[in-house]
């Protein structure tokens, strides 16, 4: 089985920038699809965006298209989320996940992925 391991979260005010890093390890993920998710305190798990084995059509929740971006390095093992001008209700654990089905195309719901990480907390301040 993967194991994902996000980092890159933390404290950044309103406006702000975080690049989250989302590394695999025990298996290679080039054929998998992977996707950024995110839970608040009290709110279930909400996607945020997600990205095909080949990187094309990057898929994006609407309160995040045009701030965020997803992308992925397969060399390095590693998918990247790229959150700009962050707003407080950006808030949240963000997670990684993977589709460990080669070569599946994304379906951008939680139900379709079936790996993930433990999750790395971003804090937006007013």
């Known amino acids: 089985q993967v194991q994902l391991v996000e980092s890159g979260g933390g404290l950044v005010q309103a406006g702000g920038s975080l690049r989250l890093s989302c590394v695999a390890s025990g298996r290679t993920i080039g054929s998998y699809a992977m996707g950024w998710f995110r839970q608040a305190p009290g709110k279930e798990r909400e996607r945020v965006a997600a990205i095909n084995w080949d990187g094309f059509s990057p898929y994006y929740a609407a309160s995040v298209k045009g701030r965020f971006t997803i992308s992925r390095d397969n060399a390095k093992n590693t998918v990247y989320l790229q959150a700009n001008s962050l707003k407080p209700e950006d808030t949240a654990v963000y997670f990684c996940?993977?589709?460990?089905?080669?070569?599946?195309?994304?379906?951008?719901?939680?139900?379709?992925?079936?790996?993930w990480g433990q999750g790395t907390q971003v804090t937006v301040s007013s």
């Open positions: 996940a993977a589709r460990t089905q080669p070569y599946s195309v994304v379906i951008f719901t939680t139900s379709f992925f079936d790996s």
